[in-house]
């Protein structure tokens, strides 16, 4: 088979047309993935660490305002918002639920880590037995499909930032 000047080149034009394709797609991708960092950075989409980190200040300052500053382990002066059931084991809601958070003093939270004996006999005094069965019995319950951590915690940041403007 004979090839012909023609065909090698128009090889070779077939050839940069898919090189060019390919180079177009690349461009496309990256400039979405840059401008989607722009719009992070322009405020349009708050990252997620940050949202928690915010909702986190205003129920530590809600909680601690709630107790009057005083642990609820041990009675004395705390400035420290502490979890009944640890954030680390359980799921997304109950980590800034206010049922499972209280006023603690630094000995209690750090060093006695949370004091749970003492943290439960108040959560039992404060709101009964049965609700305290029933958050150590759901406290890794798998949220709905449908659950959105950004909506709940963009929802509870209005709440609480709400709630510190009424007092």
Sequence with gaps: MNTTWEDVQAKYKRADERRIKSMKKYQEKRRAKISSKRRLRQGRAV???????KLWTLLHDFIVKRDCGICVSCGKPGNQCGHYIKKSICNLMWQYN????????????????????????????????????????????????????RVFIEGEIQKYEKNTQAS
């Design 47 to 53: 990252p997620l660490p940050k949202l928690k980190k």
């Design 98 to 149: 206010v049922l499972n958070l209280g006023c603690q003093c630094i000995k209690c939270n750090i060093f006695l880590h949370g004091n749970p004996v003492e943290y439960r006999k108040w959560m039992i005094r404060k709101y009964g037995e049965e609700i305290v069965k029933s958050i150590e019995e759901h406290y890794r319950d798998q949220p709905a499909p449908c659950f959105n951590s």
